[in-house]
């Protein structure tokens, strides 16, 4: 990951980095050339020149350092695999919040790289309405700073609202707030440090699972601003020597022979009329060294030129299919509604509904294998 900043470069996570930065410290927004915002007080990112708060779209940069006070690079500390796992579970519900798109979709993700729930710390930030409603009543919030009191908002959550205490400003969706207080809280123990590279692996497994998230649920580039935005790139990943080409992505016959034994591979056809499911074997002929598993109106082949990945061996995922396709998998296949958790008993297969989407969660490891084909 992102460990140390010089002026000129992304700063990552300024939502939960910014306090790294001393007062004063200026940023540029979404690029090296954009508009500048200070800090002019903690986390309250302020327009210098006409005194207008930072939209929170932008929080989730990139952003780029500009200039430091009495600083000429900041240094970002390591962490403990929960506290990064919440970061990006914060970063992505808020994200998706200020964005207006569907959050089921997105708590599925968090879900399947290990943020399945919310964590909570008094003076910690929460970004997202669906973890506020987690937190008990009477906890008091705030956005903004005394030192800046034009900005300054202070609510109590009573029942499943926040109520406004202090402030003449409405919450809007996905502005980070400052948990102040919560009732009968007990500062938690000391969570073991990570090293760089546990870290940055667990980094691989959220790009991974958010790459296909984002096909599955035709998330425009916005996600992509996202994730660099927290410092997850192919060139961050790249310096532990991981490939990021995996479930996500679509890959031709050559990039498909190099993925892990056993990797699943799905080829869908006709307007989602037709599908097929393949799996790497290293005993198969042909360039791709594939085996088709099973398939429902298409062609019989073993291979194709191009093919979508959905799971490899060290990544387990769902990926989504219609209604249509579902009613014609075989037994033993696990399915769940997409965008929920519930996996669905054998017993309610014969009413799935063409119409709606469902989440293939896992396929029979005693999955017969086709007989092979060469082409």
């Known amino acids: 990951m992102i460990r140390l900043v010089k002026p000129g470069e992304q700063f990552p996570d300024l939502i939960h980095h910014g306090d790294l930065l001393p007062l004063g410290t200026t940023v540029r927004i979404g690029h090296r050339n954009g508009a500048v915002?200070?800090?002019?007080?903690?986390?309250?990112?302020?327009?210098?020149?006409?005194?207008?708060?930072?939209?929170?779209?932008?929080?989730?940069g990139p952003n780029w350092l500009d200039r430091p006070v009495d600083m000429t690079e900041v240094e970002i500390p390591l962490e403990s695999v929960e506290a990064f796992r919440w970061r990006m579970r914060d970063s992505a519900l808020g994200a998706a919040e200020r964005s207006g798109i569907h959050i089921n979709p997105i708590i599925?993700?968090?879900s399947a790289f290990g943020a399945g729930t919310a964590?909570?710390?008094e003076g910690g930030i929460v970004s997202s309405n669906v973890d506020i409603q987690q937190l008990p009543i009477g906890t008091v919030l705030y956005s903004g700073h005394p030192d800046v009191p034009s900005q300054m908002t202070v609510f109590e959550k009573k029942g499943h609202a926040l109520t406004r205490?202090?402030?003449?400003?409405?919450?809007q969706p996905g502005v980070p707030m400052t948990i102040y207080s919560?009732?009968?809280?007990?500062?938690?123990?000391?969570?073991v440090i990570a090293d760089d590279d546990t870290l940055t692996r667990i980094a691989l497994r959220v790009f991974r699972v958010g790459k296909a998230a984002q096909k599955n649920n035709g998330w425009c580039g916005v996600f992509n601003t996202c994730m660099t935005g927290v410092g997850i790139t192919e060139q961050v990943l790249a310096k532990i020597g991981a490939t990021t080409k995996g479930p996500g992505d679509t890959l031709d016959r050559e990039q498909i022979a190099l993925l892990p034994e056993g990797s699943i591979l799905w080829w869908p056809w006709r307007s989602g009329q037709a599908f097929a499911v393949y799996i790497r074997d290293d005993s198969a002929r042909g360039t791709s060294k594939t085996r088709r598993l099973f398939g429902w109106n298409d062609d019989g082949s073993n291979t194709h030129g191009h093919m979508h990945?959905?799971?490899?061996?060290?990544?387990?995922?769902a990926w989504r299919i219609n209604g249509t396709m579902a009613q014609h998998l075989p037994d033993g296949v696990t399915l769940r509604v997409n965008g929920s958790n519930q996996v669905m008993s054998e017993g309610v297969r014969r009413h799935l509904v063409s119409y709606y989407d469902y989440a293939v969660q896992a396929w029979p490891v005693d999955a017969p294998v086709a007989e092979e084909v060469a082409l």
């Open 309 to 317: 990945v959905v799971q490899t061996p060290d990544e387990p995922m």
């Open 165 to 171: 205490i202090l402030g003449t400003r409405d919450r």
């Open 108 to 110: 599925e993700m968090c």
């Open 119 to 121: 964590r909570f710390t």
């Open 182 to 191: 919560i009732p009968g809280y007990t500062v938690p123990e000391p969570e």
């Open 37 to 60: 915002y200070e800090q002019q007080a903690p986390r309250t990112w302020v327009d210098p020149s006409g005194g207008a708060p930072m939209d929170a779209y932008y929080l989730n």
